[in-house]
């Protein structure tokens, strides 16, 4: 009898064991194949997978004389007659990095060296770090133009909170809720609120929205029914709108971290290709950008990157406004 015990033990110890090897046979495999994308993700591209002037290794070009010019492109881009104030709306994930990107929309155009935190960013994820409707102006010359962000409370995991939150937008979208409107979780903002703007003109509509995402956690299943419902909302209404990739320093460069490797990073491509894929966006839709989180003054690659998405943005924001009268 004991003998027989004895030897139900052993075998449950061989079973124990035989589930250990194969758990650890399993991550063996997916540790070879992260490192085999590693080693590919580092083999540069031949050709960029997006023509891209200023990093291109065959021309050499003087990277600070083309931020100049980027800066003086949009410094002297023209806004329509009837409406002067353009505002942009910046919507993601919780943490996905929207008020980094207002920060760093914010130092490029101010350009005077040191990083502007105007937008505080978050560092845990558990509730939204900017829970209302907070308005920066990136530009303002009296009379003649105004350019407004406003950053806003991130998009929840759970579906049922993000049904009234996604209601309140449209509303944000329209130009019926005022800045520092603060969101409520259970109800939509009420035509009677101090903040609800009943007859909005077109300077307090919204005339592009940034969806933020970020590169290094694309998932095609995960929490990206908010963003398309929104993403249908704004196509209805011809209202332009733009993918930020943020998080790109993330991603594996050719050099890790040199993000003038950025254009012919295989890893970036494919994550250009992913967010093309699982938004239905164009290429001149998604513009990957390296946030301002980090040190105290500015460096070129990033304000390049910032400044070309800016340039981006306005053009297209510029010509749907102009073609709204
Ligand atoms: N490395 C890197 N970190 C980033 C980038 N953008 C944002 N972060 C970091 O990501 C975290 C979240 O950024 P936030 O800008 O606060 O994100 P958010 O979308 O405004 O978050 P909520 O307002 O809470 O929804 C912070 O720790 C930032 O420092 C980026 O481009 N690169
Ligand atoms: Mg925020």
Known sequence: MYRVWDYVRQND?????????????????????RLEELRSNFEPLSMPWRENGVFSQEVCFDKFKAKDQLL????????????????????????????ALVNTLFTVLRNNGQLANLAPPSSPYKESKTPMLHEIVLQNIPGTKTLRVYDCRGIMPDKKQNAVFTEDLKKVIDGNVMKDYEFDETCEIQENDDFYRNNPTISDKMHCVLFVVRADDLDEQKDVAAICSMQMYLFRKNIPSRMILSHVDKLDMCVYGDLTKLFVSRHVQKKVELAKMIFSLQDIQVLPVANYVKGTTQNIAQDILALQAIENIMNETISYVGNRI
Do not use: F, M, W, Y
Request: aromatic share 0%.
């Open 13 to 33: 110890e061989v079973g124990k064991l035989r589930i250990q090897i194969a758990k650890l046979e399993a991550r063996n495999q997916e540790l070879t194949e």
């Open 72 to 99: 003086r492109n949009i410094r002297e881009l023209v806004h329509p007659k009837h409406c002067k104030d353009i505002n942009l709306l910046v919507i993601g994930k919780l943490g996905s990095g929207k008020s």
